[in-house]
């Protein structure tokens, strides 16, 4: 059964859509930090992979499993490895750095992005140039 969107949540969704690839495309260098301070080299280069593709404007949708890894990361889903890179790193950051606030605001960024673009591609845009 193909899903009929509703007209005000489509549109709701591409424009938070256009806001997060605007983020991406302004803020990406904070994104690419944080995902160093959290997982090290290996996280930046995703990130910045995913921050190069917004400001290229080339379909994000392609690197949807990056984005959600790197939600996953931000979100600390990766230091239950006490011997991992990424429990590491967050084990030395301390809660007052300001890096660690970063690191929350780029979370909660790609909460609203990541939730918005599966909103769309669950409408049938699946190429996100189609939204932004």
Not at 64 to 70: E, F, G, S, T
Not at 87 to 113: K, Y
């Amino acid at each position: 059964m193909q899903h009929t969107p509703d007209l005000q949540s489509l549109l709701h969704n591409l424009n938070t859509t256009r806001h997060f690839f605007g983020w991406l495309r302004e803020e990406g260098d904070s994104l690419i930090a944080s995902a160093k301070l959290l997982g090290g080299a290996k996280w930046a280069k995703c990130a910045h992979r995913v921050v190069g593709c917004a400001k290229a404007g080339d379909d994000i949708a392609v690197w949807r499993k990056d984005l959600h890894a790197l939600r996953r990361l931000l979100h600390l889903e990766f230091t239950d490895d006490i011997e991992s890179e990424e429990a590491h790193l967050f084990m030395a950051i301390h809660p007052d750095d300001p890096r660690a606030d970063e690191a929350r605001i780029c979370a909660e960024a790609l909460d609203r992005g990541l939730s918005a673009l599966e909103a769309l591609r669950r409408s049938g845009l699946t190429n996100v140039r189609e939204a932004a």
